[in-house]
């Protein structure tokens, strides 16, 4: 929020004396000492006089989302997005008939949550109108306002509420929010997928998801947009369990925690179901039915474990010991000695080609590729040891 880009925007909107505020996640991350991501500007002048102030001062301005109040400012390719002061004329869901203000409290009351609605002055003043800081520093996630309203606006706020409780609260949820959120939830088959998906995934992204998992479950929310989820255990799940070993590794994987969570023998079938519902792109889609699919024993010794990293690749091998491991904490030392495999594993190659079995005699064709089928099987069981000269052998032998 200091940075020279950020200055040069800052200057240019308060260059005819406007005051200008930071506003939404760039000033409670910065409150909470997180990193900040995007910059996020409110102002009273319209969206013309934005875009003449940013011209003004050599900065490009992008119409955005103009008819909402938005212009993005973009400096040394760094955006910014500027929204003019709102308040709601008429609500119709997630639309609303709008008008432009110059009252900071009539915008602040379009805002989801009081610790989204929190401005910052460039000096570091803050202008916080529903207590936003104080329910920061206490963990608490509320709606601005009453909740009822706020979901009703938009109903993509209640996926909302949970995924922000899992990044910004502690203890129990607010039991306003809650009843709301129950009372609404069958409004969320509304929704396009595509939005649901979204939030969801940013929900699983959380540091600990487990806990809002179980509680969106508990009050009625999850069978509305994960039907497929048919039980979740809270804190002693194996989706808690894998966010900890993420975590100690320093790999959060939104779509392996939802895997986990159909780790069950009608895992793949549901995979695919939950996948084309959920309309993922085709790399989601193959990777979860992927995942859920058959590979989890991975028992054995070194050799099992080549073979499998062979058949499977090292990402889906990675990816399923850390799905065993969240299943099995007593084999965490067996599982960190599979991952060490993994990470020093380099793939070998079958030293035969179809050249050299085309060169033995026999007609290029389908029976060409059997027989390197065959070949490799046997070189993948013999631990790819091996040789071209052992593997010539035995390819005469199956001839």
Known sequence: MIAPETRAVIDALSAKGTVVRFVGGCV???LLARPVADIDLATPDTPEMVTALLEEAGLRAIP?????GTITAVVESRPFEVTTLRRDVETYGRHAKIAFTDDWEADSMRRDFTINAIYCDPDGTLYDPHGGKVDLCAGRVRFVGNARERIAEDVLRLLRFFRFHAWFGSGGADEEALAACREAAPELERLSVERVWCELKKLLAAPD??????LMKENGILKHVLPEIKTVTGQKSPLAALTAIEDELGEPDPLRRLAVLLSDKRAVGVAKTMAARLKLSNTECDRMIAL???GYDLGGNFVRWRRALYTSGPELFH?????????DPQGKETYKKMLAEADGWTPPSLPITGTDVIAMGMEPGEAVGKLLSQLEDWWIAEDFQPTRKDCLAKLRALK
Do not use: C, E, F, Y
């Open 28 to 30: 409670r991350n910065t």
């Open 319 to 327: 990816d399923r010991v850390l799905l065993a491991w969240a299943t």
């Open 64 to 68: 955005t989302g103009i008819k909402h």
């Open 292 to 294: 859920t699919g058959d």
């Open 209 to 214: 998801p487990a806990s809002d998992i179980q």
